[in-house]
């Protein structure tokens, strides 16, 4: 048998950080601190301060395979620990600022964490959960807001005396990396466990040019939290490619990103579609107040993101928006809306395969599936769960939970309802939790909430299930207005009529303040359901 014989040359993100040495190591990396100054080093700072890391966590005890949780905001000191700790053969285990004490305390004890690397900022927050948590050995206290003094180990006093460079180890690329937990919106979060091999093929991947297509040149701005998901990946592929990359520390409001990529000559930014809807609402307030001329493509995730949103950046302002869709168990990206060249799209159709989830990166398999299990046809109607595979798709739960999550033929089930049309563009129309089934029919509230938001003097919309007595469930609409702007259920009514089925149509609308939200952006429609699922109910019976 022929057999091909090649280089046993491991995957793994040392190569990474050395690479950043030795070619890019004038890149520069810029951190918005909490008083909004800007703080600049480079990667061989990065790699400098990720080898004095690697030292310091030796004599503190830290082994191959120890965990080692980081409660931070987006800057170099955490970008310096997603290297510095796998290289030396830990686990860099990110924990969710946004999340419960009790969440964080149960995720931080179930990882088994021996040391956790505490923002100062974040010291009262890390104190209503750290007496709960037996298993971390040491706390290292990063100085981001001011002077350390007792509450831990001063992190740069730690680092200081440290040798400037270190002896990596050779490691196994299939060895643990990162571990991220899911947001445990059903039963307790549930840990996923990245290999190097799998990030380093994930970020090879991400680079290519109809996936993220991130180059040397660019300047990257990722406002989605590196304690969420991996920050999508993009610390790791700035750092393969070269990029300058720019991280905004605790300030993520809609003023302060647009500041921040108007002053850096930004070239990409990516982000949750929450973010993105309050940048577009304060673009078209002050159209002419930011010059964004170097934005060249800016990405959406970690939710559907509304048509109108797409089109208004591009069409009142020049800027391309990229959908891209991926789970904390697809490492994570998976899909991306990119046009194909050879499909020759009008520009109806064009905005339609943008606004959808698109199609999966190479190495990525997608399929959807009804009740019974068996893949669906590619028709763009027929809705069942998305199931992925791929080789840095998770295959299993940390600890062995959640099983049921998993076929026996090698698919994650991932709980979102979509719809999948030939060309293979995926569409979600719900998560199977949220999915609306009124009278025996299944009705997408995400087609809803995107026809809302439309809308313009719809800011927000997010349409739930409520409780009937003759249909089972029926659609509720939760409305947030833009400032300054009225409109009556009436008017919306009128807006949906003509682009859905009557049976569709929302029942009624809530005028809110706010639409409840999870740790990581997305609409809590567990909490609307809490709050007005009975509405219809009450209604009927007088």
């Known amino acids: 048998m022929l057999a091909g014989r090649m280089m046993d040359y491991p995957l793994t993100l040392t190569h990474f950080l050395d690479r950043a040495r030795t070619y890019h190591a004038r890149c520069e990396i810029v951190t918005q601190n909490p008083d909004r100054t800007l703080a600049r080093a480079t990667y061989a700072d990065l790699h400098r301060r990720a080898s004095k890391l690697a030292h310091a966590l030796a004599r503190l005890g830290v082994r191959a395979g120890d965990r080692v949780a980081t409660l931070c905001w987006n800057h170099a000191r955490h970008l310096e620990l997603y290297l510095g700790v796998p290289a030396l053969g830990a686990v860099v285990h990110t924990l969710n600022l946004r999340l419960h004490p009790n969440e964080l305390s149960y995720i931080a004890s179930h990882a088994e964490d021996k040391v956790i690397v505490v923002d100062r900022s974040l010291l009262p927050l890390f104190r209503k959960f750290a007496p709960q948590v037996r298993c971390i050995q040491r706390v290292l206290v990063i100085g981001d807001d001011g002077p350390v003094d007792g509450d831990g180990l001063d992190y740069e006093a730690l680092l200081a005396p440290e040798p400037d460079d270190f002896d990596f180890p050779r490691l196994d690329e299939r060895s643990a990396a990162m571990i991220c937990y899911t947001s445990g919106t059903t039963g307790n979060p549930k840990g996923v466990v990245?290999?190097?091999?799998?990030?380093?093929?994930?970020?090879?991947?991400?680079?290519?040019?109809?996936?993220?297509?991130?180059?040397?040149?660019?300047?990257?701005?990722?406002?989605?939290?590196?304690?969420?998901?991996?920050?999508?990946?993009?610390?790791?592929?700035?750092?393969?490619?070269?990029?300058?990359?720019?991280?905004?520390?605790?300030?993520?409001?809609?003023?302060?990103?647009?500041?921040?990529?108007?002053?850096?000559?930004?070239?990409?930014?990516?982000?949750?579609?929450?973010?993105?809807?309050?940048?577009?609402?304060?673009?078209?307030?002050?159209?002419?107040?930011?010059?964004?001329?170097?934005?060249?493509?800016?990405?959406?995730?970690?939710?559907?993101?509304?048509?109108?949103?797409?089109?208004?950046?591009?069409?009142?302002?020049?800027?391309?928006?990229?959908?891209?869709?991926?789970?904390?168990?697809?490492?994570?990206?998976?899909?991306?809306?990119?046009?194909?060249?050879?499909?020759?799209?009008?520009?109806?159709?064009?905005?339609?395969?943008?606004?959808?989830?698109?199609?999966?990166?190479?190495?990525?398999?997608?399929?959807?599936?009804?009740?019974?299990?068996?893949?669906?046809?590619?028709?763009?109607?027929?809705?069942?769960?998305?199931?992925?595979?791929?080789?840095?798709?998770?295959?299993?739960?940390?600890?062995?939970?959640?099983?049921?999550?998993?076929?026996?033929?090698?698919?994650?089930?991932?709980?979102?309802?979509?719809?999948?049309?030939?060309?293979?563009?995926?569409?979600?129309?719900?998560?199977?939790?949220?999915?609306?089934?009124?009278?025996?029919?299944?009705?997408?509230?995400?087609?809803?909430?995107?026809?809302?938001?439309?809308?313009?003097?719809?800011?927000?919309?997010?349409?739930?299930?409520?409780?009937?007595?003759?249909?089972?469930?029926?659609?509720?609409?939760?409305?947030?207005?833009?400032?300054?702007?009225?409109?009556?259920?009436?008017e919306l009514h009128a807006h949906l009529e003509p682009r859905f089925a009557k049976y569709w149509l929302p029942e009624d609308y809530l005028f809110l303040e706010r639409i409840p939200r999870t740790s990581t952006g997305k609409f809590l429609k567990s909490k609307l359901r809490e709050q007005f699922g009975d509405l219809l109910e009450k209604k009927a019976s007088g």
């Open 194 to 490: 990245y290999s190097h091999r799998s990030i380093v093929l994930h970020t090879l991947v991400s680079c290519m040019h109809d996936a993220l297509g991130f180059r040397e040149s660019d300047v990257v701005l990722p406002v989605v939290p590196m304690f969420h998901a991996m920050a999508w990946g993009l610390p790791y592929a700035a750092v393969a490619t070269g990029a300058r990359i720019v991280l905004p520390g605790p300030h993520l409001d809609p003023a302060s990103l647009l500041d921040l990529m108007a002053r850096e000559r930004v070239t990409f930014a990516a982000g949750v579609p929450t973010i993105w809807l309050g940048i577009l609402a304060l673009l078209d307030e002050h159209p002419k107040r930011w010059d964004l001329s170097s934005l060249r493509s800016t990405v959406i995730g970690g939710a559907a993101a509304p048509p109108s949103l797409i089109d208004g950046f591009l069409s009142r302002h020049g800027i391309e928006v990229t959908h891209a869709w991926g789970m904390t168990e697809t490492n994570p990206l998976g899909t991306v809306a990119r046009l194909r060249s050879s499909l020759g799209l009008d520009p109806a159709a064009s905005l339609a395969a943008r606004a959808s989830q698109g199609f999966p990166v190479p190495l990525v398999d997608q399929r959807h599936v009804g009740p019974d299990d068996r893949p669906l046809p590619w028709d763009g109607e027929s809705m069942g769960e998305l199931e992925v595979r791929g080789p840095w798709v998770a295959s299993s739960y940390l600890g062995g939970e959640g099983e049921d999550r998993f076929t026996k033929d090698g698919w994650f089930k991932t709980g979102d309802v979509v719809t999948i049309d030939a060309a293979g563009y995926m569409r979600i129309t719900d998560r199977a939790k949220d999915v609306i089934k009124s009278g025996g029919e299944w009705i997408s509230s995400v087609a809803l909430e995107n026809a809302l938001m439309s809308h313009p003097a719809v800011l927000e919309a997010a349409v739930f299930a409520a409780r009937h007595p003759i249909w089972g469930e029926r659609p509720l609409a939760a409305v947030v207005l833009r400032q300054g702007k009225t409109v009556s259920k009436d």
